[in-house]
């Protein structure tokens, strides 16, 4: 799955753009703006996206040791 899928899948779920924010380091308002897609996935900086994909796999991964 590319890089871009997952985020886009992180930012779909139900996790509040305050969890995410908080798991990932990434500012809440930056997920607010990937979510109303008033910014786009393609644009992030690699640290960014970076951030976002180590949280999603964090996440499913204890969800999967559940």
Do not use: C, F, H
Not at 20 to 46: A, M, Y
Not at 58 to 64: A, C, M, P, R
Request: no cysteine.
């Amino acid at each position: 799955m590319k890089m871009q899928d997952e985020i886009q899948e992180l930012l779909n779920s139900d996790i509040s753009a305050y969890a995410i924010s908080k798991g990932s380091g990434v500012s809440q308002s930056v997920i607010t703006r990937l979510r109303s897609r008033e910014r786009k996935i393609e644009k992030l900086t690699i640290e960014t996206g970076q951030r976002l994909l180590d949280y999603w796999k964090q996440i499913k991964g204890s969800t999967l040791q559940k």
